[in-house]
C-alpha cells in the first residue's frame, strides 16, 4: 500500500504564496504520473496541475502563469507552488499519484487526505 501525506496548506492574504508538498510512502514498485487536484464545499473535485514521470506538465486555465508542478522522484514527492494566491482558488487540495505496486500490476489512483488553502480577500 502507499500512503500519501500533504503538507504546507493554510491561511494566506490575496497575492500570496504558498507551497504544498505531498510525500508517498510505503511499498510500491514505481510512481507515475501525479497532480495536484481541489475540491471546494458543493464543487466537484478538479484538475489543479499534473506532471508526469519524464516532467512534462498541465494545468488548469485557472492557474497557469501563477501556479508550478514540480517533484523530486528520489523523495517522491511532489510539489506545487501557489503564487497570485487568489479567494477563488480557496480550497481541500488533494494529492494524486498512479502507483504500480510491484512489476506486473496495474496502476492505480493514491490519494492524500487533503489540505486546506484560504485565500481571504
Known amino acids: 500500500q502507499v500512503q500519501l501525506v500533504g503538507s504546507g496548506g493554510g491561511l494566506v492574504q490575496a497575492g500570496g504564496s504558498l507551497r504544498l508538498s505531498c510525500a508517498a510512502s510505503g511499498k510500491f514498485f514505481s510512481i507515475n504520473a501525479m497532480g495536484w487536484y481541489r475540491q471546494a464545499p458543493g464543487k466537484q473535485r478538479e484538475l489543479v496541475a499534473h506532471i508526469t514521470r519524464d516532467g512534462s506538465t498541465d494545468y488548469a486555465d485557472s492557474v497557469k502563469g501563477r501556479f508550478t508542478i514540480s517533484r523530486d522522484d528520489a523523495k517522491n514527492t511532489v510539489y506545487l507552488q501557489m503564487n497570485s494566491l487568489k479567494p477563488e482558488d480557496t480550497s481541500a487540495y488533494y494529492c494524486?499519484?498512479?502507483?504500480?505496486?510491484?512489476?506486473?500490476?496495474?496502476?492505480?489512483?493514491?490519494w492524500g487526505q487533503g489540505t486546506q488553502v484560504t485565500v481571504s480577500s
Open positions: 494524486n499519484a498512479r502507483v504500480r505496486l510491484s512489476r506486473f500490476s496495474v496502476e492505480y489512483d493514491s
